[in-house]
């Protein structure tokens, strides 16, 4: 800017309505001393220059009626916003509320269940601790019998051991009785107290006769006939028990003159013996028989 420039912005300058960038311009130009341009300046009215905050300060009172309508605008939004989220929170809200009252109810039905089955399984254990003790109470019995029947099976064995031997010096007895001579069979079963003597009637015309020595607590017998014919015959003896049955005893062959002494093992002791038959093979042809039915005394 020209100095004749500067000297004809001095009066807006000086009545404060020049602009603020020319403004620093002269005032930039006044520092340096002009004398012509403070002369000028101070010949005129002096008022202080517009600042930048009146300038806006001017613009924002011609702005204030918009700015309130924009504000205004603004603050409805605003509220109306603010209301609609808490509403949107109330709603949220109460709709937590309706979820925790509905898991608050489901705990409380689960906790009534898990009662209920700790109930159950309380009973449950009674009856099983009952069961255990009353399992218990039979074991101690059946230990107790246990040790009862382990004793008697110790007497039965006790017993059956000796049993088994009188049985046994019994059959030796019988062997020794049968295995000896008849008349050493004879003599031994006449000298035990309680044996009998039977007689075998003849059962044909032939005249056959003979005796049986029995015993009715030994197995062993003595059979003696005579009479029997002898030309080729061979004979045996039919033992019938007392339960019914018909047992095959020993075949023999009579002598030259008839007679035949045969040691008889009996299958049974002598007091089950009901019956004995002679019979002629072949055709098993009765010869001699006897009827055992009572104990002879001795």
């Known amino acids: 800017m020209t100095h004749d420039e500067l000297r004809a912005v001095l009066p807006p300058y000086a009545a404060g309505e ?3 960038e020319p403004a ?12 012509d341009c403070l002369g000028a300046l101070f010949r005129l009215p002096v ?10 300060l001017r613009r924002e009172r011609r702005l204030a009626p918009a700015t309130a309508v924009v504000l205004a605008l603004a603050l409805a939004a605003l509220v109306g916003w603010t209301i609609r989220d808490l509403r949107q929170r109330e709603a949220e809200r109460r709709a937590e509320s309706v979820r925790a009252a509905a898991r608050l109810i489901e ?6 269940e898990a009662v209920a089955r700790s109930d159950a399984f309380g009973r449950t254990l009674e009856a099983v601790r009952a069961e255990v003790a009353e399992a218990r109470a039979a074991a101690r019995g059946a230990a107790g019998e246990r040790a009862r029947l382990e004793a008697e099976l110790a007497a039965a064995e006790a017993r059956s051991g000796s049993l088994l031997r009188s049985i046994r010096r019994r059959d030796a007895e019988i062997d020794r009785l049968l295995g000896g001579a008849p008349e050493r069979t004879l003599a031994d079963l006449a ?12 059962r044909t015309s032939d005249g056959a006769r003979g005796h049986l020595l029995w015993h009715p607590a030994r197995a062993a017998a003595l059979l003696y006939a005579f009479g029997l014919p002898a030309a080729g ?8 028990l007392d339960d019914g049955r018909v047992q095959a005893g020993p075949a023999f062959a009579a002598g030259s003159d008839g007679e035949a002494i045969l040691p008889i093992r ?15 093979d072949p055709g098993a042809r009765p010869v001699l028989g006897a009827r055992l039915g009572v104990q002879p005394a001795g």
């Open 107 to 112: 705990v409380e039905t689960a906790r009534a």
């Open 18 to 20: 020049l602009e603020e």
């Open 266 to 280: 009996l299958p049974v002791v002598g007091a089950r013996l009901r019956g004995v038959t002679v019979v002629q």
């Open 24 to 35: 620093e311009v002269v005032r930039a130009h006044l520092a340096t001393g002009c004398p």
């Open 233 to 240: 015959r061979s004979y045996r003896v039919e033992l019938e």
């Open 47 to 56: 008022g202080r220059p517009r600042s930048r905050w009146e300038a806006g």
């Open 191 to 202: 000298a035990m107290p309680g044996f009998g003597v039977a007689r075998l009637e003849p």
